[in-house]
């Protein structure tokens, strides 16, 4: 206690201790700031294994910014009177965990368990849409902090500890440690194999954990299938939703973190695949169009179109000349009309620019992305982290794809129905509803490949109506 690391860091108090690992609240001199720091010691304890797998986590805690994963901050040598070994360095979240949570005596309702799935989802979504993919391997009540609870909100959960975090990097046949957590491990963990959907093993049974107050080990089980439902009253869509986040077998459970918000947020499960014949799982293709940003994603399961920003065009330009002689307006030598002129042309100038910023951020960093299955059809929009989601619906038959060009709206006012206002677009059907996709973001080149790609995936004949 009160050790200073590397004349900067004084400890304050221990946080957890696990072999040859040790966990401390610290407050950095320099900042003032209160950080986590996981101490590594040589001793007796320690195994080369443990230091890959440290210096593993520092490695990948480093590529990482979530709100809702704390900061990577330091990497240090430590070699003093108390300590000798490896220090990481991490933002400090105050709050407790969910195992602590439980063990003070507090319960979870439904929806507050369905909120803090959503949450984790989100987190497990952007771990594994990482390259390579992230997985944490390690999700428990344990590692996973809840803060700020309110009335109507079950807090703000943080997902901890990634000391045993692993990227899909290695291939095949290479050797792979074997962590994890009893109780919270899927069957493949246990032979050393880990894929994204394992995290989603491990949320189900955390979740499992919530909704009953029992560790999965307490409940029944047959061959890592976790016998939930006689120990707590659910509504048995959300029951089905848990039951194939934990299925055992890798074929037959939820096969991404975003299929499983989507199923979450639609109350929607697809059949489960019995054939095994038929299964070419997880097999993932990705599709590219010469002269085009645009990349398709193809599994067995959904097929993805990921649309880039699409940069700066004719529109940010125009909006760009069109300001630029109001903005030599402002300049001290122009300023020779009278005073209410002159503010009338700097509010016009400050209203254009406003147009142009927003017209400039989402030509820069706007993407959005269009997930097609076989009975629904899911769009999202991103923006600097904030997702802006819509779903179009579950058809009882296949979806419909055909190429239609239709008439846009300019940036300020609809365009007559002239050959310059149209562009190209999706038309695609679901139930015989009809959905205009992607209007202004494809060139016909694009939309036609788009449609090829689509027909082909979901083995649909061009429309007939």
């Known amino acids: 206690m009160n050790d200073i690391l590397h004349g900067r860091y004084e400890i304050q108090q221990p946080l957890g201790r696990q072999a040859g690992r040790q966990t401390f609240l610290a407050r950095d001199l320099q900042t003032q700031a209160q950080v986590v720091i996981k101490l590594l010691t040589l001793g007796k304890e320690f195994q080369w294994q443990d230091l890959k797998l440290f210096e593993r986590e520092a490695s990948i805690l480093q590529t990482l910014s979530h709100p809702a994963i704390p900061r990577y901050l330091n990497y240090l040598d430590v070699d003093s009177p108390a300590y000798k070994g490896f220090a990481l360095v991490q933002s400090y979240v105050e709050a407790k965990s969910l195992e602590e949570h439980l063990k003070a005596g507090r319960t979870f309702s439904e929806a507050e368990v369905k909120q803090l799935a959503k949450a984790l989802l989100e987190v497990l979504i952007y771990l594994h849409q990482q390259s390579p993919p992230v997985i944490h391997r390690d999700i428990k009540p344990s590692n996973i902090l809840l803060s700020n609870r309110s009335g109507h909100s079950a807090g703000e959960a943080f997902l901890v500890d990634f000391g045993s975090v692993q990227t899909l990097a290695a291939k095949e046949g290479s050797t792979i440690t074997v962590v994890g957590t009893y109780g919270y491990m899927p069957p493949e963990q246990f032979g050393g194999r880990a894929v994204p959907a394992s995290d989603l093993y491990s949320l189900g049974a955390t979740l499992i954990f919530l909704v009953t107050g029992q560790h999965p080990t307490e409940l029944s089980q047959d061959d890592f299938r976790i016998h939930f439902r006689q120990a707590?009253?659910?509504?048995?869509?959300?029951?089905?939703?848990?039951?194939?986040?934990?299925?055992?077998?890798?074929?037959?459970?939820?096969?991404?973190?975003?299929?499983?918000?989507?199923?979450?947020?639609?109350?929607?499960?697809?059949?489960?695949?019995?054939?095994?014949?038929?299964?070419?799982?997880?097999?993932?293709?990705?599709?590219?169009?010469?002269?085009s940003d645009i990349v398709v994603t193809k599994t067995p399961d959904f097929l993805e179109i990921l649309i880039p920003p699409e940069g700066v065009g004719l529109k940010e330009l125009s909006l760009l000349a069109l300001n630029t002689p109001l903005w030599l307006f402002w300049l001290p030598q122009y300023q020779t009309y009278p005073g209410e002129f002159s503010q009338l042309v700097q509010f016009i100038s400050i209203a254009l620019s406003g147009f142009l910023a927003i017209a400039l951020i989402r030509a820069l960093f706007k993407k959005t992305r269009l997930r097609v299955s076989k009975e629904s059809i899911f769009i999202t929009h991103e923006l600097f982290g904030w997702k802006r989601r819509k779903h179009l619906g579950v058809g009882k038959q296949k979806p419909n794809v055909e190429f239609d060009i239709v008439s846009t709206s300019s940036f300020f006012y609809s365009y007559p129905e002239t050959e310059l206002s149209k562009k190209p677009c999706l038309k695609i059907w679901v139930n015989n509803e009809k959905h205009l996709l992607l209007s202004g973001l494809l060139t016909e080149y694009e939309a036609r490949w788009l449609i090829r790609e689509l027909r082909t995936w979901l083995k649909v004949e061009p429309d007939k109506q």
């Not at 869509?237 to 055992?248: C, Y």
């Not at 299964?279 to 002269?291: C, Q, V």
Request: proline letters at 5%; zero cysteines; hydrophobic letters at 40%.
């Open 232 to 291: 707590v009253t659910l509504d048995s869509t959300f029951a089905d939703w848990l039951e194939r986040l934990t299925e055992p077998s890798l074929d037959r459970r939820l096969a991404s973190a975003e299929e499983a918000l989507l199923a979450l947020e639609t109350a929607y499960l697809k059949p489960q695949i019995s054939d095994r014949s038929d299964l070419t799982f997880r097999s993932e293709a990705m599709s590219y169009l010469p002269g």
